[in-house]
């Protein structure tokens, strides 16, 4: 009774743990009859290769069973357990579940199946495999293929601007860089990866030289996968420069979507801007040409305002170009009256010093703070242009005054010039004069 008793519980087990019965139109294959069957069997097999534990085989089944019955006598469908088996999983480079291959026309190089996962996409590619060999067989011209057109399995990974990841080079790529990158984990035959192809490749070329856009094959590469603990697909984590600690990315799936986040997390990452002295021409064209707006202090004279004084307002500049850095603006500097025809373009002389201006060279408009030239007054000045509020001016004669070349500012307090020692000693002065 009790050797009944334990035959039942194993057969139970059986039961539990294999996905396919023998009732069904699948073949359960082992090493103890996979050659024989499909090697040197003839026809073409459509092989899946699974894990009783993994969930996307589990989902898989109706649809390959329905498959299976549709294709009886035509094309033959088999299932092998690689978690039990093994051998077979690794003869064959099974590396994620489910694997599927289909043999047919040469059977030592089995092609992947990166179809749709369900029965119409079973049958199209095992018809299409059937067709095939017959043509070979004829001695024709071979025509399609069991795995689909590379236009329909195109991955992520093939826009000319993605960068292919792999476990190979994954941390050196990423980790690395000192720009941020998103990186699309993916699975070849998953619908929504194929339809953020075009859009992620759109988005690669769109952000090319500030963020780097990566595809990660996750059902060739797991253990990359695993370790950023990546359950569906298309997964899409962002990398900050230099970090292994992604976070999620939360933004759309269209081109301009994934451009403006990636964008927004560049500007997190950039460094606070220069505050450059005005001293040529190039400077004025690099802070106000080469960016949206331009900031420009006048600050007072150095004799007016020594070391001390001038530092604590560059101080004040430094720490609102980091708050504004996403912005993206140019800043700039002058001592008062060393650029006369930039201070005239912009009514600068009759407000004193310091003082402010904003000028976008794009629209040849600038707008001039009024208020307290402190920290609070100048952020609430920044704050509105921000906004798109503020009066704006025409720059007199509708371009940038040329500049005057002045040397920089050595860091030092200011000193008057040294007096002229004058020598009497040749002067015969009358005594009435004195």
Same mark, same amino acid.
């Given at each position: 009774?009790?050797?009944v008793?334990?035959?039942?519980?194993?057969?139970?087990?059986?039961?539990? $743990?294999?996905l396919?019965s023998? &009732?069904? *139109?699948?073949?359960?294959l082992?090493?103890?009859?996979f050659?024989?069957?499909?090697?040197n069997g003839d026809?073409?097999?459509?092989?899946e290769f699974?894990? /009783?534990?993994?969930g996307h085989?589990k989902?898989?089944?109706?649809e390959y069973k329905?498959a299976?019955?549709?294709? =009886?006598?035509?094309?033959?469908?088999?299932?092998v357990?690689?978690?039990e088996h @093994?051998?077979l999983g690794g003869?064959?480079?099974v590396?994620?579940?489910p694997?599927?291959k289909?043999f047919g026309a040469n059977k030592k190089?089995p092609e992947?199946?990166?179809g749709? !996962?369900?029965a119409? &996409?079973?049958?199209d590619a095992?018809l299409a495999?059937?067709k @095939?060999?017959v043509?070979a067989?004829?001695g024709?011209?071979s +025509?399609g293929?069991?795995?689909g057109s590379?236009?329909?399995?195109a991955g992520?990974?093939e826009? =000319?601007?993605?960068?292919?990841?792999t476990?190979?080079?994954? @941390? =050196?790529?990423v980790?690395?860089?000192?720009k941020?990158?998103?990186?699309e984990?993916?699975?070849?035959w998953?619908?929504h990866?194929k339809?953020?192809?075009?859009p992620?490749?759109?988005?690669?070329s769109?952000?090319?030289g500030k963020?780097n856009?990566g595809?990660?094959?996750?059902?060739?590469h797991?253990?990359?996968?695993?370790?950023y603990g990546?359950?569906?697909? %298309?997964t899409i984590?962002?990398f900050a /420069?230099?970090?292994s600690?992604?976070?999620e990315?939360? &933004?759309? !799936?269209?081109a +301009?979507d994934?451009?403006?986040? *990636?964008e927004?997390?560049?500007a997190e990452n950039?460094?606070?801007p220069e505050? @450059?002295q005005?001293?040529?021409?190039a400077?004025?064209?690099e &802070?106000?040409g080469?960016? %949206? #707006?331009?900031?420009i202090?006048?600050?007072?004279?150095?004799?007016?305002c020594q070391?001390?004084?001038r530092?604590?307002?560059?101080?004040?500049l !430094?720490k609102?170009?980091d708050k504004?850095?996403? =912005?993206? $603006?140019g $800043?700039?500097?002058s001592?008062?009256v060393a650029?006369?025809?930039l201070?005239a373009s912009?009514d600068?002389g009759?407000?004193?010093y310091?003082?402010?201006v904003v000028v976008?060279q794009?629209?040849m408009?600038y +707008?001039?703070?009024?208020?307290?030239?402190g920290?609070?007054?100048?952020n609430?000045?920044?704050?509105?242009?921000s906004?798109?509020?503020?009066?704006t001016?025409?720059v007199?004669?509708?371009q940038?005054p040329k500049i005057?070349k002045v040397?920089?500012?050595?860091g030092?307090?200011?000193e #008057?010039?040294?007096?002229?020692? #004058?020598?009497?000693s040749d002067?015969d002065l009358?005594?009435?004069e004195?």
């Amino acid at each position: 009774m009790a050797r009944v008793d334990l035959f039942l519980l194993l057969a139970l087990v059986t039961q539990t $743990w294999a996905l396919y019965s023998s &009732g069904d *139109a699948v073949v359960d294959l082992t090493p103890a009859n996979f050659d024989k069957q499909v090697i040197n069997g003839d026809g073409v097999w459509i092989v899946e290769f699974y894990a /009783p534990w993994c969930g996307h085989c589990k989902n898989l089944v109706p649809e390959y069973k329905k498959a299976a019955k549709a294709l =009886k006598g035509v094309v033959k469908v088999g299932a092998v357990n690689a978690d039990e088996h @093994k051998s077979l999983g690794g003869q064959y480079g099974v590396q994620g579940f489910p694997t599927i291959k289909i043999f047919g026309a040469n059977k030592k190089k089995p092609e992947d199946y990166n179809g749709n !996962r369900n029965a119409q &996409g079973f049958v199209d590619a095992g018809l299409a495999a059937a067709k @095939k060999l017959v043509n070979a067989q004829l001695g024709g011209k071979s +025509s399609g293929g069991g795995g689909g057109s590379k236009n329909a399995n195109a991955g992520p990974g093939e826009g =000319k601007d993605v960068v292919e990841l792999t476990e190979a080079n994954f @941390k =050196k790529k990423v980790f690395n860089s000192d720009k941020g990158w998103l990186v699309e984990f993916y699975a070849p035959w998953c619908g929504h990866c194929k339809s953020l192809a075009g859009p992620w490749a759109d988005a690669a070329s769109q952000l090319k030289g500030k963020m780097n856009l990566g595809a990660l094959d996750a059902t060739q590469h797991q253990s990359v996968a695993q370790e950023y603990g990546v359950q569906g697909y %298309p997964t899409i984590k962002y990398f900050a /420069p230099g970090s292994s600690e992604p976070e999620e990315y939360n &933004g759309g !799936r269209t081109a +301009s979507d994934i451009v403006a986040w *990636a964008e927004e997390k560049a500007a997190e990452n950039v460094s606070p801007p220069e505050i @450059k002295q005005i001293l040529s021409d190039a400077d004025v064209e690099e &802070g106000c040409g080469e960016h %949206p #707006l331009c900031v420009i202090a006048f600050l007072p004279h150095i004799l007016d305002c020594q070391a001390s004084c001038r530092n604590a307002f560059l101080e004040d500049l !430094r720490k609102l170009g980091d708050k504004y850095k996403k =912005k993206s $603006w140019g $800043w700039l500097w002058s001592e008062a009256v060393a650029q006369p025809d930039l201070e005239a373009s912009v009514d600068v002389g009759g407000f004193g010093y310091p003082a402010m201006v904003v000028v976008s060279q794009k629209k040849m408009k600038y +707008s001039i703070l009024t208020g307290s030239f402190g920290f609070d007054g100048i952020n609430e000045f920044l704050r509105d242009l921000s906004y798109g509020k503020g009066r704006t001016n025409p720059v007199r004669g509708a371009q940038m005054p040329k500049i005057s070349k002045v040397d920089a500012w050595d860091g030092k307090d200011g000193e #008057l010039p040294a007096e002229e020692d #004058l020598d009497l000693s040749d002067v015969d002065l009358d005594k009435d004069e004195l």
